[in-house]
């Protein structure tokens, strides 16, 4: 099998955070959510992966390389623009040939994997895989409805869904998913629908067969869903200390402190993970916490948040939680009279200031 992952999007609901850089290399415990895409089909036996890439195709490639370091060779498929799922496997057509290929969406986070579920198709005699989760309001999702153990339709964000059961943007698909996408037309917002394909499979009577996945699901494509994603996969980690902490700090739960790091007089609470070459002096990080590499977070407490590279957090006297901090960002008190709040804010950025 062969892999095709989806990373051209432009993360627009990620903003401003994805202004200066790709969506799915957003870190969630301090590794870029392709990264985990990557591991994930990799870890399931498939050595050769297409990425299909658009505005941002310069920093996928930078960070991803040739895929030797996950020992895959990693094949760019350009996108010229965002014309929907089914596009993107239509354009990869010459990557995939006639193999049978696994689609996955380069922002999504899975617990548990795919190797089953791989193994599983490709042992099969099916036509397509779907796998989908029960979640409390389809309306915001491709919805399935399954009959006697097979898919029977597939609506993209209905108004009135008749299951809840959606597409969390992994799919398992043989060579007949080519005929599907030639055969659609865009969608009222212009795009090739993989929901409008999978359903002319269906009525075209392939065997399009669902998994319902038991564990968690995040498409992280929201602030809230980044915290929320960094939250379940921290809880995972495996405490390890590769780093310094000194006899004045305490570590307790979950808490990875990666090489190079230095906690000094402050307390970890986890699941949490510090960075390479990051420091924490006199200060305070809680549980659901990732700080990336080679920051500095000095007298200021935080928790339930996600810090990215090269950042500094300074003499915060309040508590900092539910925040996404970007890269190169510093966060200081000044000690000038009169106090008042000194700002420079992007557009779309979001500050939420608590009065004592």
């Not at 669902?210 to 495996?238: C, F, Q, S, Y």
């Amino acid at each position: 099998m062969k892999a095709l992952i989806l990373s051209g999007g432009r993360g627009t609901r990620l903003r401003p955070i994805t202004y200066t850089s790709a969506k799915q290399l957003v870190p969630i415990a301090n590794r870029p959510v392709l990264f985990r895409v990557i591991d994930a089909v990799v870890a399931a036996g498939i050595e050769e992966v297409g990425i299909v890439v658009g505005d941002t195709a310069a920093d996928i490639k930078a960070a991803v390389g040739d895929g030797s370091r996950w020992d895959a060779r990693v094949t760019y498929v350009p996108q010229d623009a965002p014309l929907g799922v089914a596009h993107a496997v239509k354009i990869a057509r010459t990557f995939i040939g006639d193999d049978r290929f696994v689609l996955f969406l380069g922002d999504n986070v899975i617990q548990g994997g795919i190797s089953r579920l791989t193994d599983q198709f490709a042992e099969s005699a099916w036509n397509a895989q779907i796998v989908l989760k029960r979640v409390p309001d389809p309306r915001q999702f491709g919805v399935a409805e399954v009959d006697d153990g097979r898919v029977v339709r597939l609506v993209e964000k209905p108004k009135e869904p008749r299951s809840d059961l959606a597409l969390v943007g992994i799919y398992m698909f043989d060579d007949s998913i080519f005929r599907a996408v030639n055969a659609i037309k865009p969608s009222w917002r212009n795009e090739l629908e993989i929901t409008d394909a999978i359903q002319w499979l269906v009525e075209s009577g392939y065997v399009v067969m669902p998994h319902v996945h038991e564990g968690w699901w995040i498409d992280t494509g929201k602030m809230e869903d980044l915290l929320d994603a960094n939250r379940l996969v921290l809880d995972e980690l495996e405490p390890c200390q590769r780093g310094f902490v000194d006899a004045d700090s305490r570590l307790t739960g979950k808490v990875v402190i990666e090489q190079d790091a230095e906690v000094i007089n402050s307390v970890v609470r986890g699941p949490a993970i510090i960075g390479e070459h990051t420091r924490l002096v006199n200060s305070y990080v809680g549980p659901f916490t990732s700080i990336h590499h080679h920051c500095e977070i000095r007298d200021s407490e935080i928790e339930h948040s996600i810090v990215m590279e090269n950042s500094r957090i300074q003499g915060v006297d309040q508590r900092i939680e539910n925040s996404v901090i970007g890269r190169n960002v510093e966060i200081t008190r000044s000690p000038l009279k009169p106090k008042a709040y000194k700002l420079t804010l992007g557009d779309n950025s979001q500050v939420g200031l608590i009065s004592q």
